[in-house]
């Protein structure tokens, strides 16, 4: 696997070249011929033209980490309120967004900026960071939440606090094995129940 980082007209653009195995398209002739087959991965900043692609991994996304931790009706509250013109009006706003592409298309996105709880001594926060379900697992959050935190630290916040809900057990193992501490529990409403968060902190430099 190989990284190439290019800088466009001020925004970031990182290709990952993928390889994978796969099979000659002519199987009848040439049975035993495996091809190589190219797979390019990018993390870039998000375009308003990708606001429904966007909304369609927040969708999928939710869905699978959500389901049975918060709430039926209002997970799709929540997840009603983030159409494509949501998503839109972010970008115009110039938040912090960054989307990751396979082959074009939009699987995962992360939100970041400026910490939101000023008592606690971390500058920066990733505020979501989502794959869609089939392309979680296979390396690219990791992936993703580098960038996120290379692009926090490109504003000077070079520490970083994420949240997750505590029943989310995938994202706690998650950020664990990023080496995130965990710094604060706290409780948010979503409807008439009361969640527990988790807060994880980062204080070593961004990984390359």
Known sequence: MQARIKRLLGGLFIIFSLQRMGTCPNDNLRPNIVSMV??????????????????????????????????????????????????????????????????????????????????????????????MPQYQGLGFGRRLFNVSRRELAAYGYLSTIVWALADNSKALSFYGRLGGQTVRQAEERFGDNMLSRVAFGFISAPAL
């Open 38 to 131: 190219k797979t390019i991965v990018s993390i870039r900043h998000a375009k308003l033209e990708d606001a429904s692609e966007i909304a369609l991994a927040h969708d999928a996304s939710w869905r699978e980490a959500y389901r049975g931790v918060i709430p039926g009706i209002e997970l799709e509250r929540m997840i009603a309120r983030r159409g494509p013109e949501w998503w839109r009006a972010a970008i115009l706003r110039g938040s912090g967004l960054l989307v990751l592409e396979i082959d074009e298309l939009i699987v995962g996105y992360s939100t970041f900026g400026r910490n939101r709880v000023p008592t606690m001594p971390y500058s920066g926060e990733i505020f979501e960071l989502y794959l």
